[in-house]
């Protein structure tokens, strides 16, 4: 694959997604997975084999989760992968450039998928640009989870101080 290939929605995909919603009876419930990070396993790779790195959802501000992520999130979870909610900072993230994005990170730890506003979460991490977000999935791909905070510590997330991202910023850039 060359380096100038850009990663694109399939149409095919979206048309049969649609599809299924308005053919199918109400009750098939279904979930649009977000992303799912996955290693090839082996040394490089930090794992003895093939295996699901994380579960991570995307969501905008005032996004809520479903009932079905609540689901498939608790299933995942009690199988011990990971599952992690990244939050866009701003509601007009597609009419922003990728300099200015800005990440919110949070672990799903579990929730009521009764009632999915009846959820548990840790934030992991706030203010991330994308440079500090792919640092922390390569700090997940190589050591799992807490890595981040492991190797970066309070210049990066002091989890409940948001301005503690610039020290990494300073650091890093």
């Not at 440079?131 to 190797?151: A, Y």
């Amino acid at each position: 694959m060359s380096n100038d290939y850009v990663i694109q929605g399939s149409e095919a995909r979206d048309v049969f997604k649609r599809l299924h919603k308005q053919k199918a009876p109400s009750d098939f419930y279904a979930l649009d997975v977000d992303l799912e990070l996955v290693s090839k396993g082996g040394i490089s790779h930090n794992a003895p084999a093939p295996n699901i790195v994380a579960r991570i959802d995307f969501k905008r501000p005032d996004d809520g989760l479903e009932f079905t992520e609540v689901l498939s999130y608790n299933w995942m979870v009690t199988r011990d992968v990971p599952v992690y909610i990244i939050e866009c900072t701003d509601v007009d993230f597609v009419k922003k450039t990728p300099e200015e994005h800005r990440f919110n990170v949070f672990r799903y730890k579990g929730g009521d998928f009764l009632d999915p506003v009846n959820t548990i979460t840790r934030r992991v991490a706030t203010g991330l640009s994308w440079k500090q977000l792919v640092e922390w999935e390569r700090c997940l791909r190589s050591g799992g989870p807490g890595t981040f905070r492991e190797v970066y510590g309070h210049k990066t997330v002091g989890v409940d101080d948001p301005s503690s991202i610039s020290a990494w910023v300073e650091a890093h850039d």
